[in-house]
């Protein structure tokens, strides 16, 4: 039974209990004067006051079974409540439920097409492929993404971006006075709902840090303003953008670095295959010459055919750098003795000093290729013989260890400062004080060096302080026994 007629019920029931008893009284006093002029007083109050209570218990009897089921109703209703409110608190549960639903699914749709956003592309595509996840977040494919400033135009143009291009490829359209406009209407807050003369539309504020600036926007038109969830959403979505352009665009830059980079390694290394080239041809010929005329003058062509070995063996360590550069060094694997080849070594280069070859424990045989070891040795002992004093001695030790051979390669030179000894393997580079011990000096023997080693499978390090001369170490694998 419904609220309002129980109340009328009540009210009625109400009126029946007073009206009676009320008729009663006034008709007693009425009749005092005529009909109960002889009567006792006190005898007809008592008569009204009993017919009160009489009609009072049987009003009471028969209106208590009447409204037994409204009471019952109303103690249900107490106890469980009514069943319209709760229908009602239930649809607006449900309606909440759906509402989380849609805004979970957004943020997890937002998360996956952030890990899965290629920034390895071209920044165009990015843009694009950006302007496509927002579009499946938000399920609204009137999206746009508006590129009005950009610090790399040649990688980012400006423009406006959508997602109804095809093959791919972003078709860049110019931007226009709605842009202009959605880019600098209530600019106070970077994501909002924005009016004007071109109607409604929601903006998100995209600001990369080198200096492209950008706008997300979508017609907003009879739709609601958004929540503050929303807002908050559209602020994810923002963020998203500014990150993947920003990184879009570091990894161009960065790929533009890189190419020019291995451009230039390449006109470098032309060029050291040019030099070895134009120098190889006459130092043969000078080579040849000084065999020929031998006999006749043995000092003056002795010392040149020495020059002009010292000449081809550094053009070959330009050859060796040049190769190292293009990864086209591949050593033979031969077993061979090391000792002889220091002694051979040594004895071609015919420096006037104090040489010693020490050789511990047993013997072991090299495993390695012989031509490029010599290279090294070569580089290592005329390095001691350049950058130490004249008639200082010069000790080669050699000595098995753990499967490999150590050849240590000691002089009484001027030794290495920390950072001329930390960069004595890069290409070229020499310090002032071995510029002045050596102006000749090319810079790559050492890097030659020890790109050799390292493709035999060995290694090479230095061990020097300024004024205590030098220690080169190589290491060689050997046989175990």
Known sequence: MSGSGLWLRAFLGLLLAVLPPLLLLVGALLLTDTVLAEADPDLVALFVMVGSIVWAAVLAVVYARSIHEDVRSLVSLAERGDPDAGAARDDAYRSLASSLDERNRQVGTLARVSREMAIDQAPRGVVLALVESVATVMRDPTWRCAVLTSSLP??????????????????????????????????????????????????????????????????????????????????????????????????????????????????????????THDLQTPLTSIGALAVELEANARTDLDSIAHQAERLRRMVSQLLVASRLEAGAVHPVQEVFAVPPLIERTWRALRADRPFELVVDGPSHLAIGDPDRLEQVLWAVLDNAVKYSPPGAAVNVGVSPEAGTLQISVADEGSGMEPTTRERAFEQFYRSEMARRLAPDGSGIGLYAARGLMRAMGGEVTIESQLGHGTVVKLTVPAEPT
């Open 154 to 275: 040649e990688l980012l143009p400006a423009g406006v971006y959508s997602s109804s291009e095809t093959d791919g490829e972003a078709v860049v359209t110019p931007i226009g006075d709605l842009e202009r406009w959605a880019a600098v209407a209530s600019h106070d807050v970077d994501a909002r709902r924005v009016e004007g003369p071109w109607g409604a539309f929601a903006v998100v504020d995209v600001l990369v840090e080198n200096g492209a600036q950008a706008i997300l926007y979508a017609p907003w038109e009879g739709r609601a303003a958004p929540s503050r969830s929303e807002l908050d959403l559209l602020l994810l979505i923002g963020q998203h953008a500014e990150a993947a352009i920003e990184h879009s665009l570091l990894y161009a830059r960065l790929q533009a670095q890189t190419d020019e980079l291995n451009r230039l390694a390449a006109v470098q290394a032309d060029f050291l295959r040019g030099v």
